[in-house]
């Protein structure tokens, strides 16, 4: 499920990004996504591809790759957006902590939770 008014396009400072059409008021799931789920030798191979830097951390040192637009959110420390983890079902998703404005770009915070500042394993802003 992702709703209907989001959509990918460039951004001004990465690649690509996820953006709203519409308003989003605080607390609205924007999308759920299956993921598919890959152990932890399959980890080792995709560590040495591009898919490395759009994969997700799942349970037991496995790894996973979320469909839909999951995989394209891009990373802030003042993130709009937090992804959850439904190990049981096997998707992630995304629902939005604070006010989104029309045209404003979704980001989340890669270490998980929206507002933690733990450096990453890249030079983020």
């Known amino acids: 499920m992702v ?3 989001l959509f990918i396009a460039p951004t001004s400072t990465m690649d690509r990004g996820v953006y709203s059409s519409e308003y989003i008021a605080p607390g609205t799931v924007i999308e759920i996504s ?3 789920v890959m152990s932890k030798e399959e980890r080792t191979l995709l560590d040495q591809t591009a898919l490395h830097d ?3 951390e ?3 040192g496995q790894c996973c790759m979320a469909m839909g637009y999951v995989p394209v959110y891009n990373h802030s420390y003042q993130s709009n957006c937090e992804y959850v983890m439904d190990y049981t079902n096997r998707q992630i998703s ?3 902590v604070k006010e989104i404005k029309a045209g404003e770009e979704l980001l989340i915070n890669y270490n998980g939770d929206w507002d933690d500042t733990t450096p990453l394993w890249f030079d983020a802003k």
């Open 94 to 96: 995304i629902t939005t």
């Open 34 to 36: 299956p993921v598919v």
């Open 54 to 56: 759009y994969i997700f």
């Open 58 to 60: 799942w349970e037991d």
């Open 3 to 5: 709703l209907p008014f």
